[in-house]
């Protein structure tokens, strides 16, 4: 009866939410936001939070009347007790009745998706942009924030409350008695073999030493417990177990692992333990109270405890030392070589929301409060409290997790003088904060990782010994988000499948079934649930993943704001200049004299005006080469400008590129080759990398802004015949500190190298791509490493295609990394005499420049002043020609004042933003209608044979449209093409019409046209 009762009341809950979604808030909100507010007094914030029994309550928390003060804001709050707090939530949003902010929200993806639909959350994109710095740069700067926070359609309906820890990420752990180990003159376990050996000598050899075979070799409990199962740590040595969804990804395809033949083979193993007495025979009907109570026996009886936390089985404080005895065990190597850890990071569920209720001065008011808890002072007092209460800014000489010198210092909380407890007068983090592994790694480290108040650090350690092990590749991404009319379904099917594996799981390792006999029926039984993904084979079971949300998930994929800012600068220049411009060579070996440097007649503003004639926007300058020379005056090494006769070795061409730069609006980039021919320490990795650093940083400091830092992967043996490992996560680091707004490409997360430097330009080139295209050993393998000319005139078609469905539909990460198609205006990439008759035509350029900013890339043209220290006049007069051209085709667009209309089109992307000249606005039709069409009548019978389209800046979503025209009463094709995204030039024999129309037959969840533009060439 109760249970009738319950799903009835569900229903009602529904309905009424229904109702007051659609109800009059909005008008209330607006009614709201119109009166008058006096910027005197604070903003009211209503507040719906639970109220830990360990904190001072909210109204008179001390951190409340601290935000309160620096925010300018009055909290109303309104609290339960954190046990009923979730089930008051709901009848709060199912009554319609709830505050303006609601923290601690615990809101699944599929339910931020269901009330920011309905109107109950307000989308907060537009207040992060404008009022919520620190949470705009974690989106940029946190991997994995995005994918988390950001809805199917676009919107960020409730913020994370981002927590990282290590210990967090590798929870899956076992922890191993070694003063047993020492007393039974054993090594700690590396395979499951060994492990197998010394719980075998665990049972057999009286560790204890109290004369009983009282020794339970492994526990651990079924009912929950973080990391507990007897699988959680066992099965990663066969095949990767996260022991929630099951889900990992082999080979490119999502799969279930407990329908795999791996998985199958770490149950025999399972099975093997138990059996023999190894393993407790009540890991599957104990709670974790029993594990507890064996594991503080007087005399010690546990070998191993497979749990997260060791304070799940003992106290861990100097009163209680037996947990001293135990440590982790380091993942095992299974029988066929694999040997992983579980891992688990991400954004996790909404946990702060503004509602409808908001009023825009609340709106605002509480964007600021969640990111001033986003900020690093904000956390930390959430998290620890106020200075000298519950952290401290750290003693000299304290070192932090990582040996730095430490930041904070953690303050042990005083005992009260009467032995009551004391409440805390901070947040316990509540609602929503950024803390990251940097915040907790800066504390100081306690100096005895086993002693009192070190808990947090002998975690960190332990979860340093499953780092080398994490393989994130093969982990199924669990910041998903799932329709809200899939959420029942996939819940119900989630758990009938993991209700049935670990019910198979206690039966085939007790040996209530029999794992060879009963294996298939098993197998079978995946279908029987109706799980109808799940698909049998002979070699298992595959859980393929839905294509629809695929395809939606590579629709939201977005770039940085650095990454659009060279996208839409579109066309720019390299200037390769060095030593070789003087030896009238391509590469230089690192041996020539700084005196062969001498361009007497240098002149930068003369390379700028070359490049802006050309309609260039950017340059890059390659301030050092593979040969080692630096043109800058660089502290670290002698073989620099600054020992050459060119101006008595006092000149700067960095600086006087960079400064002509400035002056002209050109924007200034530098090369920086990694391989260097000529510094004694290449091949010596860490002291390389420590030199390249150092220039590194000088040229980040020294002259100005920098929009792009470029890489080549070039790597080859030092003078010292040693070959380099480049530390390009340092380098990145450096970079993003510096020059935050500086992209990183080709060796880089931000910009892609094309694959060749012929200039060769993809049919489709996608900017969403797999996120294995950044591993930059595959770019460096594919790298020039040694001076051939014929390198520069090939290409690779087998990468032709980087990003269609068939390539990301089993990807597990998907990143926006645009392409660069980089070439040279003459055969080669530094100035020789012998080329000044090679210049490339015209045609060939504008046949490049079509490919490239015309096909959703950039085009990157390399000039190479000559001795003099010029722009070759022969390569000046064909980039006069190329600016021309494409001023004169592109300069008057003859849809301006055209008429549009659309087969369809969703409220607020209507069909005349195509037309408006506005990079953030676009017609779009309803969510999920792939295919559509806009129709532009000219007004005139016109001419025209370019047609420039472009899509919403922050999406790439077409896959193949048509172009047709209307003659007299036929609609006949004009141009037919596939991708989009930043810009497609559309080039065709000229025809005559009033009206043309685009197609739209392919696209992903549904199209974003920005931007159509007609022309007509000279």
């Known amino acids: 009866m109760k249970k009738r009762a319950f799903i009835g009341l569900s229903v009602l809950l529904v309905l009424s939410l229904l109702l007051s979604a659609c109800g009059g808030s909005k008008q209330e909100q607006n009614d709201a936001g119109a009166a008058a507010s006096d910027p005197s007094k604070p903003v009211e914030l209503s507040v719906f939070a639970p109220q830990q029994a360990g904190i001072e309550n909210m109204d008179v928390n001390k951190f409340s009347k601290y935000i309160e003060d620096k925010l300018g804001i009055k909290f109303n709050w309104s609290t339960v007790p954190d046990a009923g707090f979730s089930d008051k939530k709901l009848l709060l949003l199912a009554s319609g009745d709830y505050p303006a902010v609601i923290m601690n929200a615990g809101i699944s993806k599929a339910d931020q998706i269901k009330y920011g ?65 020492e007393k039974l003159g054993l090594s700690m376990p590396t395979t499951t073999d060994e492990f197998y050996n010394v719980l075998k000598a665990f049972k057999e050899k009286d560790p204890n030493g109290n004369g009983k075979a009282d020794e339970i070799p492994f526990t651990t409990s079924s009912d929950g417990v973080w990391g507990g199962g007897v699988d959680s740590f066992l099965l990663n040595a066969f095949i990767y177990d996260n022991t929630s969804d099951y889900l990992s990804v082999k080979d490119g395809q999502v799969i279930y692992s407990p329908a795999q033949p791996e998985w199958k083979e770490g149950l025999k193993y399972l099975r093997k333990l138990f059996e023999e007495g190894l393993m407790d025979k009540a890991v599957f009907t104990q709670n974790n109270d029993a594990v507890k109570q064996l594991a503080n026996k007087p005399d010690a009886a546990v070998g191993t405890v497979g749990y997260a936390l060791l304070s799940s089985a003992f106290s861990v404080d100097d009163s209680n030392p037996r947990h001293k005895d135990y440590d982790v065990v380091p993942p095992l190597k299974g029988p066929n070589g694999v040997q992983m850890t579980g891992y688990s990071i991400g954004a996790g569920d909404g946990s702060f929301v503004i509602t409808n209720k908001a009023t825009k001065e609340e709106q605002v008011a509480a964007i600021k409060l969640a990111d001033y808890l986003w900020s690093e002072e904000g956390t930390v007092m959430t998290s620890w409290g106020f200075e000298g209460e519950g952290w401290k800014k750290a003693d000299s000489g304290k070192l ?33 904060m950024q803390m990251l592994n940097s915040i907790r790694e800066s504390f100081a480290a ?26 994130p590749e093969v982990v199924y991404p669990a910041d998903t988000f799932i329709d809200p009319a899939d959420a029942m379904t996939v819940a119900q099917m989630q758990k009938s499948l993991t209700d049935y594996v670990k019910s198979s799981l206690a ?62 600068m579109e066309f720019y220049a390299f200037i390769h200049f060095t030593v070789n411009t003087f030896t009238d060579r391509e590469w230089g070996d690192g041996k020539e004299d700084p005196a062969i440097f001498n361009p007497a007649e240098l002149d930068a503003g003369q390379w700028v005006a070359a490049i802006k004639s050309a309609g260039m926007k950017g340059l890059i300058l390659t301030c050092k080469h593979h040969d080692g020379f630096c043109l ?19 000149g700067d061409v960095v600086r006087e590129v960079s400064e002509a730069c400035r002056r002209e609006g050109i924007r200034f980039g530098i090369y920086l080759s990694p391989w260097d021919r000529h510094e004694p320490t290449y091949g010596d990795s860490p002291a390389y990398n420590e030199y390249f650093t150092h220039q590194l940083r000088e040229l980040l400091t020294g002259y100005g802004d920098v929009f792009c830092v470029w890489f080549d992967g070039a790597c080859g043996e030092g003078p010292n015949g040693k070959r380099q490992e480049y530390d390009w996560d340092a380098y990145y680091a450096l970079i993003r500190e510096l020059q935050p707004e500086a992209a990183i490409s080709v060796c880089g997360p931000d910009i892609r190298w094309c694959g060749n430097e012929a200039g060769h330009c993809r049919e489709s080139e996608w900017s969403v791509v797999p996120a294995s295209l950044r591993d930059n050993e595959k770019i460096q393998a594919k790298s020039q ?52 008759d090679k210049v490339k035509s015209l045609d060939e350029l504008m046949n490049v420049y079509y490919g490239s900013v015309g096909g959703n890339a950039t085009f990157l043209l390399n000039l190479p002043p000559d001795p003099r220290g010029l722009i070759h006049e022969r390569d000046v007069q064909r980039l006069q020609e190329l600016g021309d051209r494409i001023r004169g085709t592109f300069g008057t667009n003859l849809a301006s004042g055209a008429a549009v209309e659309a087969s369809v089109q969703a409220e607020g992307h209507q069909a005349e933003q195509v037309l408006d000249g506005q990079p953030d606005t676009y017609w779009a039709p309803p969510e999920g209608t792939e295919q559509a069409s806009l129709t532009l009548d000219l007004q005139r019978e016109t001419a025209f044979d370019h047609v420039v389209l472009q899509e919403y800046r922050y999406s790439q979503r077409v896959e193949r449209f048509e172009l047709e025209y209307l003659d007299g009463d036929t609609w006949k094709s ?23 129309r685009l197609q739209i037959l392919e696209s992903r969840w549904y199209p974003q046209i920005s931007s159509i533009r007609l022309y007509l060439q000279p």
């Open 785 to 836: 490493q040694e001076d051939d000319p014929a390198f520069a005139r090939s290409y690779r078609s087998e990468d032709e295609d980087l990003g269609s469905r068939a390539v990301i539909e089993h990807e597990q990460e998907l990143v926006w990394y645009p392409a660069e198609v980089n070439t040279s205006i003459r055969p080669g990439w530094f100035y020789h005499a012998s080329e000044d």
């Open 507 to 568: 039966q085939f390792v007790t040996g209530n079934k029999d794992i060879d006999k009963d294996w298939d029926s098993y197998i079978a039984g995946f279908n029987g649930l109706g799980i109808h993904t799940c698909n049998q084979n002979q070699d298992g079971g595959h859980f393929m993943m839905v294509t629809t949300e695929r395809i939606r998930y590579a629709a939201q994929v977005q770039p940085t704001e650095r990454q659009l800012a060279v996208q839409e």
């Open 117 to 181: 639909q309905q109107g109950a959350f307000i989308p907060l994109n537009d207040l992060i942009d404008q009022y919520a710095p620190n949470i705009k740069k974690a989106m940029e700067d946190v991997s994995y924030l995005k994918q988390g926070m950001v809805a199917p359609d676009g919107k960020i309906y409730a913020l994370p409350k981002l927590n990282e820890c290590l210990h967090c990420t590798y929870g899956q752990r076992m922890w191993i008695n070694t003063s047993w180990l």
């Open 400 to 432: 932090d997790y990582n040996g730095k010198p430490a930041k904070y210092e953690v303050v042990p909380k005083a005992p009260s003088a009467n032995g009551e407890t004391t409440l805390d007068n901070f947040w316990w983090q509540l609602g929503t």
């Open 632 to 650: 800058w005056p660089s502290r670290y090494t002698e073989h620099s400008v600054k020992n050459s006769p060119w101006k008595d070795g006092q």
């Open 974 to 996: 004009a141009y037919t093409g596939t991708v989009i995204g930043h810009k497609r030039i559309c080039r065709f024999p000229a025809v005559k019409s009033r009206y043309i």
């Open 446 to 471: 306690p100096s005895d990782p086993l002693g009192n108040g070190a808990y947090e650090y002998r975690l960190w350690l332990a979860a340093k010994k499953y780092e080398p092990f994490a393989k």
